[in-house]
C-alpha cells in the first residue's frame, strides 16, 4: 500500500511537473483490481475457476503466506496439490488446515468450493464471524471449527446443511443463543459449543445426548447439568 505525507510546498521544474502523472499513472495500471485475485483462476474449467476463487480468497484471507505450511498454494496449477486439499473428480473435496496459524477470518467467498465435504480448520487464530455462506455448501460433512477466535453468533444458515454430521465450534469466543435450524440437521452426530459465550436454552430440537463411552471433557460437565431432563451432550474423538 502506498502511503503518502504531507510536507511543505516544494518548487519543481516544468520537466519533473510533466513526469510526476506519468509515474502515478504507470502505478495504477500495475495494480489488481480488488475484484480479482493475486492469482490467475482464468485456466480452470468454469466450475474450477469459481472453486480457485474461493481457495483463493481463503488464502489470502487467512494470511496464507504465514502458514506454517502452505505448500503449492497459489504456485501449482491445479489446487489439487496445495497443501491440506484432497480431491475426487478434479475437485476439492476436503480441506485440512487444522494447527496451521491461520490469522484473520474465513471469506464468504468459501462457498464457491461448492463440492466440500470435510473442512478442518481447527487450532488456529482465525477471527472474526462464522460466515452464513457456509449454510450452502450443500455436500458438507465435518466442520471442525474449533479452538479459533470466532465470535458474533451462530448462523443460523448452518441449518441448512443436510449433509453435516460434526460440527466442532467449541473454544471460540461464539456469543448468542444456540440456533433452533440446527434441530434441522437429521445427520448430525456430533456437536461441540462448550467453551464459549452462548446463552439461553438448548433448542429442544437439537439433539445433544452423549455417547456413553467416551468421557466428559473437563469443562463440559458443567454444562450437561443445564441440559433438558433426558439429554446430554455428544462427544466424539479428535479422529475425524
Same mark, same amino acid.
Given at each position: =500500500?502506498?502511503? @503518502?505525507? $504531507?510536507? +511543505?510546498?516544494?518548487?519543481?521544474?516544468?520537466?519533473?511537473?510533466?513526469?510526476?502523472?506519468?509515474?502515478?499513472?504507470?502505478?495504477?495500471?500495475?495494480?489488481?483490481?480488488?475484484?480479482?485475485?493475486?492469482?490467475?483462476?482464468?485456466?480452470?474449467? *468454469? #466450475?474450477?475457476?469459481? *472453486?480457485?476463487?474461493?481457495? /483463493?480468497?481463503?488464502? *489470502?484471507?487467512?494470511?496464507?503466506?504465514?502458514?506454517?505450511?502452505?505448500?503449492?498454494?497459489?504456485? &501449482?496449477?491445479?489446487?489439487?496439490?496445495?497443501?491440506?486439499? @484432497?480431491?475426487?473428480?478434479?475437485?476439492?473435496?476436503?480441506? &485440512? $488446515?487444522?494447527?496451521?496459524?491461520?490469522?484473520?477470518?474465513?471469506?464468504?467467498?468459501?462457498?464457491? /468450493?461448492?463440492?466440500?465435504?470435510?473442512?478442518? =480448520?481447527?487450532?488456529?487464530?482465525?477471527?472474526?464471524?462464522?460466515?452464513?455462506?457456509?449454510?450452502?455448501?450443500? &455436500?458438507?460433512?465435518?466442520?471442525?471449527? &474449533?479452538?479459533?477466535?470466532? @465470535?458474533?453468533?451462530?448462523?443460523?444458515?448452518?441449518?441448512?446443511?443436510?449433509?453435516?454430521?460434526?460440527?466442532?465450534?467449541?473454544?471460540?469466543?461464539?456469543?448468542?443463543?444456540?440456533?433452533?435450524?440446527?434441530?434441522?440437521? +437429521?445427520?448430525?452426530?456430533?456437536?461441540?459449543?462448550?467453551?464459549?459465550?452462548? @446463552?439461553?436454552?438448548?433448542?429442544?430440537?437439537?439433539? /445433544?445426548?452423549?455417547?456413553?463411552?467416551?468421557?466428559?471433557?473437563? #469443562?463440559?460437565?458443567?454444562?450437561?447439568?443445564?441440559?433438558?431432563?433426558?439429554?446430554?451432550?455428544?462427544?466424539?474423538?479428535?479422529?475425524?
Amino acid at each position: =500500500m502506498w502511503w @503518502t505525507t $504531507l510536507r +511543505s510546498p516544494q518548487k519543481y521544474s516544468l520537466p519533473a511537473l510533466l513526469l510526476l502523472p506519468l509515474a502515478f499513472a504507470a502505478c495504477e495500471d500495475d495494480s489488481i483490481s480488488p475484484d480479482e485475485p493475486g492469482y490467475d483462476c482464468s485456466a480452470q474449467s *468454469e #466450475n474450477g475457476r469459481r *472453486e480457485c476463487l474461493g481457495l /483463493v480468497a481463503l488464502f *489470502e484471507g487467512t494470511n496464507g503466506p504465514g502458514w506454517e505450511d502452505s505448500s503449492g498454494w497459489l504456485a &501449482d496449477q491445479s489446487p489439487c496439490s496445495w497443501f491440506g486439499a @484432497t480431491c475426487e473428480g478434479g475437485s476439492v473435496t476436503e480441506l &485440512d $488446515l487444522s494447527h496451521n496459524n491461520l490469522t484473520g477470518s474465513i471469506p464468504p467467498e468459501l462457498e464457491y /468450493v461448492a463440492g466440500l465435504e470435510t473442512l478442518r =480448520m481447527w487450532s488456529n487464530q482465525l477471527s472474526g464471524s462464522i460466515p452464513p455462506e457456509f449454510g450452502t455448501l450443500p &455436500d458438507l460433512k465435518v466442520a471442525l471449527l &474449533d479452538g479459533n477466535q470466532f @465470535t458474533g453468533p451462530i448462523p443460523s444458515e448452518l441449518g441448512n446443511l443436510s449433509s453435516l454430521e460434526h460440527l466442532w465450534l467449541a473454544g471460540n469466543q461464539l456469543t448468542g443463543s444456540i440456533p433452533a435450524e440446527l434441530g434441522n440437521l +437429521s445427520s448430525l452426530q456430533g456437536l461441540f459449543l462448550y467453551s464459549n459465550q452462548l @446463552t439461553g436454552p438448548i433448542p429442544d430440537r437439537v439433539d /445433544v445426548r452423549i455417547l456413553p463411552r467416551f468421557p466428559f471433557p473437563p #469443562n463440559l460437565e458443567s454444562e450437561s447439568s443445564r441440559c433438558p431432563s433426558g439429554r446430554q451432550r455428544r462427544v466424539h474423538h479428535r479422529s475425524l
